[in-house]
């Protein structure tokens, strides 16, 4: 069972105070998996600064200087792989794997066959350089993490005269392929703030065929607005459901499309949903940070109670929701308030540690103390911003992918859901960045009782309610042996652990359908405090994990009644359609 299972992939604390076929896309399949790759998630990638970059790079070059046999070893090693390759006698391959690599004149071209293996050749250089020094794990994580960047970069592929591909739309298409490529460059050089553009928005609108579960708004102030969702069956469950999304993208991911839809899964089994819309803060906003952030959801809580006539609300909350959703239950805890019923988290790290994944070996103190002066200068952080130190992060996936696909080759980028909402970032506090800063830094959420925010200190062992964790395998972003950790932060006594087969977001749009959907779970629905004990006790499960969760929270929602012949209240009377106005700033 544990084998089964075992797919995918130190901060100091102390008190404070409170103040992210050649062509690299084939199909739906290719285009989905590059959304979960571009999805922006806030965690250690926000503590990063230049500073670090520039560190890691200083650490190599400080290697080389005082390793200078290694260094010739390297070279020596090198310069006998290109022998190899100018007398046709080399070895190298591209992984079958490298879409970068798929064209056949890679395997049968003779100049590009030597151009391909001439790149292996340095990339294997380098790494058995970076192995041969003497480094602990960290260095040599921060060494393998730069160089790759740097190695990504040098792909023959990358270019025009080194990919063939391109040449062979080039001659195809009479050069057209290279004014639509120039047409797509100069677009976004002008109008997508110099990024190479992921997505076609053009197929997709708000309300029409993106978030288009019926619904309205039934509360908005200066901080959000609150969407209730009509119900779709004639009886509904008594408790409802309230849902958190993360700051740094728009609620709508949870609505995304009818077929793979969090919101109409939930009313069509009687559900009653809630979520909150936050709004994107502009200049003047950068004061709002986790405090107020606190205040709008026990204000959501305080309407979803009134309208519904309900004491207890099921909450629920992924990446950098599920991080406020936690300091709200906390807040909500040592309040002495017990409305909060069931919790569901979804790919979210509460415990981050260096190793977690390769970016954040670069993360430091000094590197985040510098994040937060700048963003305490800055009334905002732009989603501009957001995303471009994300892509650099990852410029294989994220930058050179939509290069070679937009411009050598001139097509346009995939229109796909996903993607148009991964592009619709919105901008995130300073006050609010800072405190992410903070909470990682001191490691808070794993430190009960070390450290204020939002009015309270910090204790997640006083959370009890029912918790229910979701991972993806594949999360790159958010581990799934890392999401494994919060299972075991809270003093609930009964907490489920689900393991989606599937990376960052495609592990919670998972609805039932897809014939190659699975999800493990322990066979008692245990967390045990060892995640390899909870790998040993774990089943494989065949499909989604929707209706599991969905059993789950049945069990929490109390009675059925009568759905609700109308939204809102006399109190809270109903507004705006959903998914509202905010989603559209």
């Known amino acids: 069972m544990a084998s089964k299972a075992d797919i995918g992939g130190n901060a100091k604390a102390g008190k404070k105070k409170a103040q992210k076929k050649g062509a690299p896309f084939s199909g739906v399949a290719g285009a989905f998996d590059a959304a979960n790759d571009a999805t922006m998630a806030l965690g250690p990638l926000a503590g990063l600064a230049r500073e670090d970059f520039i560190g890691a790079i200083g650490l190599m070059l400080r290697q080389t200087a005082s390793n ?73 994580d921060r060494a393998n993490f730069i160089s790759q960047i740097i190695i990504d970069a040098m792909s023959p592929t990358n270019t025009l005269i080194g990919n063939p591909t391109a040449q062979k739309r080039l001659v195809d298409s009479g050069g057209l392929s290279l004014v639509k490529g120039l047409k797509n460059a100069y677009n976004d050089l002008v109008h997508n703030d110099m990024m190479v553009s ?58 995304l ?24 803060p502009t200049e003047d906003m950068g004061v709002w940070g986790m405090a107020e952030y606190i205040e709008s959801c026990i204000k959501a809580l305080d309407v979803v109670c009134e309208i519904t006539g309900s004491d207890k609300v099921n909450i629920s909350g992924g990446c950098s929701g599920g991080q406020t959703m936690s300091v709200l239950l906390s807040k909500l805890a040592s309040m002495g308030d017990t409305r909060a019923n069931a919790v569901t988290m979804m790919v979210c790290v509460l415990e981050p540690k260096p190793g977690d994944t390769e970016a954040s070996s670069l993360v430091s103190h000094n590197g985040i103390a510098l994040a937060r002066q700048r963003a305490a200068k800055k009334g905002v952080i732009e989603g501009s911003s957001l995303a471009r130190g994300f892509a650099w992060l990852r410029p294989n996936d994220l930058i050179w992918n939509y290069v070679i696909n937009n411009y050598l080759l001139g097509d346009d980028p995939p229109a796909f ?36 925010i939002a009015g309270h200190t910090l204790d997640l062992t006083k959370v009890t309610g029912d918790l229910f964790v979701l991972g993806g395998t594949t999360d790159h972003i958010t581990p799934w042996r890392a999401c494994y950790r919060s299972t075991q932060l809270f003093g609930s006594k009964n907490v489920e652990f689900i393991l989606s087969q599937a990376g960052h977001m495609q592990a919670i749009l998972n609805p039932p359908g897809n014939p190659k959907a699975k999800y493990w779970k322990h066979s008692e629905g245990k967390a045990p405090a060892d995640v390899t004990e909870w790998m040993k006790g774990s089943e494989e499960v065949a499909g989604s994990w929707w209706p599991h969760w969905m059993d789950w929270l049945h069990a929490r929602s109390g009675v059925e009644v009568a759905a609700p012949k109308a939204l809102g209240s006399k109190a809270h009377p109903a507004m705006e359609a959903a998914p509202g106005l905010y989603v559209l700033e």
């Open 68 to 140: 200078p046999d290694k260094a010739w070893k390297a070279t020596t090693s090198f310069s006998e792989d290109v022998v190899k390759i100018i007398t046709g006698k080399s070895d190298l391959k591209p992984d079958p794997k490298d879409k970068r690599f798929m064209d056949p004149a890679w395997t049968f071209n003779p100049f590009f066959k030597a151009g391909a293996q001439y790149y292996l050749a340095v990339q294997k250089g380098v790494k058995s350089y970076i192995e041969d020094l003497e480094l602990d794990a960290l260095e040599r």
């Open 198 to 255: 992921q997505v076609n928005k053009k197929p997709f609108k708000l309300g029409e065929n993106v978030a288009t579960a019926k619904g309205a708004v039934v509360y908005r102030d200066e901080r959000f607005e609150l969407v209730q969702y009509a119900p779709t069956t004639d009886k509904v469950y008594a408790t409802p459901q309230l849902t958190i999304p993360p700051q740094i993208n728009k609620m709508y991911i949870n609505d």
């Open 257 to 280: 499309s009818p077929e793979k839809s969090i919101i109409k899964w939930q009313t069509d089994h009687g559900i009653q949903p809630f979520m909150i819309s936050w709004r994107n």
């Open 417 to 452: 859901d996903i993607l148009f909402w991964n592009a619709d970032a919105t901008n995130l506090s300073s006050a609010l960045m800072g405190d992410f800063l903070e909470l990682f830094e001191a490691n808070a959420y794993a430190a009960p009782g070390t450290f204020d």
